[in-house]
């Protein structure tokens, strides 16, 4: 069986570079098996007694599929194509027996693939890789960023499945120093406490907010109210590994223009006039209903001579952070869809910077009303 789960051919700068041209993808190419055909048979997960991590309802809230078709789940992806592969490194103190599992999100069940390693903490280890195939088949050329954002946006549904469960102490690695995995995830046991008010997010969400996450069908119109808009802000900030990025919001009218939190994360302030919307439009793959979202928040940096690790660290570090600010506008009753495919999309250079220092990584389009409810007026 051939393995897709390769580094880029032309190697990961090279192949951010030809991502943000403006050249096109060639013709769709077949996709292969939605999940990786893991070797050892598979088995239930099952329930969890009172002092064990429960696997079943952490996979259940975070990467598995709750449609036949595999392709609406907890986690959002790049044309719903879901390239993120599982692998559980479980210890003691778990609903699984120690060993080392495969995770079949559209069956929701574990392969037995081989024992646990030396030294396995207690709790489980989620190690997260790609089979680029599943999305080179569509974004040809462009897929890497948008793999490399979808396993961000994966490692932050687990982190976040792990609090509502109690699970204290999770820790996540994304450092970019590593191809296979790119993060891993370790969640320990219960501590036997309720849950912790998480760093990156308001309060800890609820199994229901959890398994409500989708990305909202455009148009997605609507100025959000200043109280949510510094909230997803403040979120996207606590979680965006310090200075590695930068997040702002272009907002539209009365005011339009670029905002971002002032220091102390308590207030909004104004950093670039004019309107912003129909540039980013053109820049997201002509995605022209962005033009007319509500707000569209912005991670960016990541400049032209970074290397391979901060490339990796960039891009996962913001899939995780959207992550994060798309449960934070969806309890805030926002509408919200991330954004992840953007050509040419120098901001920096736009706003009469340097060019090649501060590109736009990844996005959250926000709006006040949903796509139903506007149609139906």
Do not use: K
């Not at 051919?9 to 060639?26: H, K, N």
């Not at 060993?99 to 989620?126: C, F, I, Q």
């Amino acid at each position: 069986m051939e393995d897709h789960r390769e580094a880029p051919p032309t190697g990961l700068v090279a192949a951010l570079a030809r991502a943000r041209s403006p050249e096109r993808p060639g013709p769709d190419t077949p996709a292969g098996a939605p999940v990786r055909a893991w070797a050892g048979p598979p088995r239930p997960i099952p329930e969890a007694g009172p002092a064990n991590l429960d696997l079943r309802t952490l996979l259940r809230l975070s990467l598995a599929a709750s449609d036949t078709s595999g392709r609406l789940r907890s986690a959002p992806s790049a044309g719903a194509l879901h390239p993120v592969d599982t692998e559980l490194v479980v210890g003691t103190g778990c609903s699984l027996p120690p060993g080392r599992y495969g995770y079949d999100p559209l069956r929701h069940r574990a392969h037995h693939v081989g024992p646990p390693v030396d030294g396995t903490p207690p709790g489980v280890t989620a190690a997260l890789s790609v089979t680029a195939q599943r999305t080179v088949s569509h974004y040809g050329h462009r897929a890497w960023p948008l793999l490399l954002l979808d396993t961000g946006h994966a490692a932050a549904a687990l982190l976040l499945a792990a609090r509502v469960l109690g699970a204290g102490g999770s820790d996540v690695r994304m450092d970019g120093r590593t191809e296979n995995p790119l993060a891993v995830v370790r969640i320990p046991p219960p501590d036997g406490r309720s849950p912790r008010r998480p760093a990156e997010t308001e309060d800890p969400p609820t199994p229901a907010d959890l398994l409500a996450r989708r990305s909202t069908p455009p148009p997605l119109p609507g100025l959000p109210p200043r109280d949510a808009l510094r909230a997803v802000l403040a979120t996207a900030e606590r979680a965006g590994d310090g200075g590695l990025l930068r997040w702002s919001a272009a907002v539209g009218p009365p005011r339009p223009g670029l905002i971002e939190l002032a220091p102390g994360g308590t207030t909004l302030r104004r950093y670039a006039s004019g309107e912003a919307r129909p540039t980013l439009a053109a820049w997201a793959a002509g995605q022209t209903w962005l033009a007319d979202a509500g707000t569209v928040l912005l991670a960016h940096g990541c400049p032209t001579d970074a290397d391979t690790a901060h490339i990796r660290r960039a891009h996962l570090r913001a899939g995780f952070a959207v992550h994060l600010a798309h449960v934070t506008a969806l309890r805030h009753g926002l509408a919200a869809r991330p954004v992840g495919s953007w050509q040419q999309a120098d901001l920096g250079a736009a706003l009469g910077a340097a060019p090649g220092r501060d590109w736009v990584v990844h996005a959250l389009a926000l709006g006040t009303r949903h796509a139903d409810e506007e149609n139906s007026t």
